[in-house]
């Protein structure tokens, strides 16, 4: 059966299934939930030591226990879950075998603090530079830490893990990259490339670096206390420049026709993906 | 959106009509020609000895980033890449167009920037004398990093610095992911021009390669270079890259664009193809080399290739083995050359390869050891190879316009 078309002559895309995992908590029911209540996600970082910092607070995810833990490790860790959910929902495919490819918005990737401190340590004098780390850095000990602190890494994992197709993209385009992430996965369906899409957005990146940076770009809101403003109508968050610990993804696929109502649902797309 | 205001429709032609290169060797086309011809190489052993290099070739930046203030807020992988996008626009005649400029999409490669290198080392050495408080490091980074570098390190500035210097203003991406992420830049931006959802695009990538951070990063994995420079083909016993610093980049668009503003093509990129290989077990890279040949479209014998082989092992001796199926093709070598320069060796590749087939010619072997052959004949396909040092495969196939 022919897939159905929009007015241009493309392919409809739908959404199939979808996932979360956000400072709010784990799943879309629970997220939904503690939204409608007027709960926020924003809460003081326990995460890592925050004096002398300005902005102590963040919606982070303490909730994935992740295992050496690194920021990037994390956002690995939130992509899986929120993909995990989708897929459940979408029902598409099998397990481990996504018939397409991954669409991944990712943040930026590099070598983080407590590895760098390790490295440090490793050094064992008092007057550290560069070409001292890059004495101890090669013969395999640390081989762990090029995989992990790959810009490709995050991304080499899920579409291993979920068996998607072809060469997964990691994308960023700031504060647009999950809405970038989904405009590819339309555009591969539109073009005909491929039936399904894996459009994920993961992002764990608090930590004091990434704080410090945005700090000093004046990005961030410095109204610690209380950190989360229950059920205020127009919270004061202001975290929008932030690291929102936020992965949503959707999948989607024009194999089966579908119901109006999901039809329907597209008019976001457009929005989103613009 | 632009795919719904396209004057196309429908499968086209997509045409390479701008390149720019600023790579080791010089800026400019005939810079990077003449010293692949002369078989010039700059690397430099000494500065970052046992390890090497290939530094930028020095430009006056003023004539591609004319304000101060704009080279100020940059670090230098910033200002490779907006120089060299300078050169692609300007080579494809489209540079200040703004009704063109206005639209054209961008999909850029790319990596992190520069570390401040002193304050991490600051920050180090005062944990080795003993400073370990638990506000230790908050405090350090607050008083001692800068505030304008977060705007060089992120990823996704390259595009907005070219946005801001050269007004190129439709719809803005960056990939991420090392090598192949040059590979899908072209891949995402061809495919969309070929089905009529964009009619002209900027894709490229840039690379400093005189980063102490980064040789840290690759030192992890064993994968520089060391002691003694050698070709790409000749690294087996003492495998690695020298790290690279290049900006590549090129104009494509679809040929009913290209003609309806009088621009003359390089090249033709027919295809662009990519796979992410599991890297297992052994041979898993070649049967994915061999995969995405396949899916090139129609080769003639007797043609060219240029690779991005780095010299990290095991992935070039994988693709020695696929390469060497192919022995009627004469094999080019980036690395060699210019260095290894991660994001931005396909894009040079790709840059390369258009030039190659405009000029009639296919530069000289880089190499002495039987791996590159002479080529007698002009080009008329040039298969450009990508495989990652870590993960990612591409394959771009490029063709004369006859």
């Given at each position: 059966m022919a897939a159905p078309r929009d007015n241009f002559g493309r392919?409809?895309?739908?959404?199939?299934?979808?996932?979360?995992?956000?400072?709010?908590?784990?799943?879309?029911?629970?997220?939904?939930?503690?939204?409608?209540?007027?709960?926020?996600?924003?809460?003081?970082?326990?995460?890592?030591p925050t004096d002398s910092l300005k902005t102590t607070m963040a919606g982070t995810v303490d909730f994935a226990p992740v295992e050496p833990f690194s920021s990037t490790g994390l956002s690995e860790r939130l992509g899986e879950m929120a993909t995990e959910e989708a897929l459940a929902q979408s029902g598409i495919g099998s397990k481990g075998d996504f018939p397409g490819p991954l669409f991944l918005a990712v943040a930026p990737v590099e070598v983080e603090w407590p590895q760098r401190m390790e490295l440090g340590r490793a050094v064992g004098q008092p007057d550290i530079?560069?070409?001292?780390?890059?004495?101890?850095?090669?013969?395999?000990?640390?081989?762990?830490?090029?995989?992990?602190?790959?810009?490709?890494?995050v991304a080499a994992h899920l579409a291993e893990k979920f068996g998607t197709k072809g060469s997964p993209i990691s994308l960023s385009t700031a504060c647009a990259s999950g809405a970038t992430a989904i405009q590819l996965g339309v555009e591969a369906i539109r073009r005909g490339e491929t039936d399904a899409a894996l459009c994920v957005?993961?992002?764990g990146t608090v930590n004091p670096e990434t704080l410090v940076r945005f700090s000093l770009l004046s990005?961030?809101?410095?109204?610690?206390?209380?950190?989360?403003?229950?059920?205020?109508?127009?919270?004061?968050?202001?975290m929008v420049s932030s690291s929102p610990k936020a992965p949503a993804r959707w999948c989607s696929k024009v194999s089966k026709p579908r119901p109006p109502a999901a039809r329907r649902s597209l008019a976001c797309w457009p929005a989103a993906a613009n | 959106m632009t795919e719904t205001t396209s004057a196309t429709s429908g499968p086209t032609d997509v045409w390479i009509t701008g390149i720019g290169l600023a790579t080791s060797l010089g800026e400019g086309l005939d810079a990077n020609w003449d010293a692949l011809n002369q078989g010039r190489i700059n690397v430099d052993e000494k500065s970052f000895a046992p390890y090497m290099v290939h530094p930028w070739c020095h430009v006056s930046l003023d004539t591609q980033i004319p304000k101060k203030g704009d080279q100020r807020q940059m670090e230098a992988w910033q200002r490779i890449g907006t120089y060299a996008a300078g050169l692609a626009l300007d080579s494809?005649?489209?540079?200040g167009n703004k009704d063109i400029l206005g639209r054209m999409d961008m999909v850029i490669a790319a990596g992190g920037g520069e570390r401040d290198l002193a304050v991490d080392c600051g920050i180090l050495s005062a944990q080795a004398k003993g400073n370990s408080a638990p506000a230790f490091l908050n405090e350090r980074l607050m008083s001692d990093l800068r505030p304008t570098l977060?705007?060089?390190?992120?990823?996704?500035?390259?595009?907005?610095?070219?946005?801001?210097?050269?007004?190129?203003?439709?719809t803005s991406r960056t990939f991420m992911g090392e090598e192949v992420a040059g590979v899908d830049a072209a891949r995402n931006a061809a495919s969309r021009i070929a089905a009529g959802q964009s009619d002209i695009a900027l894709i490229g990538g840039s690379h400093n390669g005189e980063r102490k951070d980064l040789l840290v990063l690759y030192e992890f994995g064993d994968f520089n270079l060391k002691d003694k420079f050698a070709p790409v083909w000749a690294r087996k016993e003492h495998a690695g890259f020298a790290l690279g610093s290049a900006g590549a980049f090129i104009v494509i668009e679809s040929k009913q664009h290209a003609l309806a503003r009088g621009a003359k093509p390089f090249a033709r990129l027919s295809n662009v193809v990519a796979d992410l290989s599991p890297r297992k077990q052994p041979g898993q890279v070649t049967a994915t080399l061999d995969k995405l040949w396949s899916?090139?479209?129609?080769?003639?014998?007797?043609?060219?290739?240029?690779?991005?082989?780095?010299?990290?092992?095991?992935?070039?001796?994988?693709?020695?083995?696929?390469?060497?199926?192919?022995?009627?093709?004469?094999?080019?070598?980036?690395?060699?050359?210019f260095g290894h320069t991660m994001e931005t060796q396909f894009p040079l590749g790709l840059g390369l390869a258009a030039l190659s087939l405009s000029r009639g010619a296919l530069f000289p072997p880089g190499d002495s050891s039987g791996a590159e052959i002479e080529m007698q004949r002009s080009p008329s396909q040039i298969v450009?190879?990508?495989?990652g040092h870590w993960r990612g495969e591409g394959m771009a196939l490029v063709e004369a316009v006859k």
């Open positions: 392919p409809i895309v739908v959404v199939t299934g979808m996932g979360i995992v956000t400072s709010l908590g784990t799943g879309k029911a629970d997220n939904w939930t503690r939204l409608t209540a007027g709960e926020s996600g924003i809460r003081t970082i326990t995460r890592f530079d560069y070409n001292d780390l890059l004495r101890i850095s090669g013969g395999g000990k640390y081989a762990s830490f090029h995989d992990r602190f790959m810009f490709g890494s957005a993961t992002d990005a961030l809101s410095t109204q610690n206390e209380p950190p989360r403003p229950r059920r205020s109508r127009f919270p004061r968050i202001a | 494809a005649g489209v540079k977060f705007l060089a390190q992120l990823s996704n500035l390259l595009a907005g610095n070219i946005a801001i210097v050269h007004g190129v203003c439709g899916q090139l479209g129609p080769l003639e014998g007797g043609g060219a290739i240029i690779t991005g082989a780095s010299g990290a092992e095991p992935v070039t001796s994988e693709e020695r083995a696929f390469l060497q199926k192919h022995g009627d093709f004469a094999i080019r070598a980036t690395g060699t050359r450009v190879v990508g495989a």
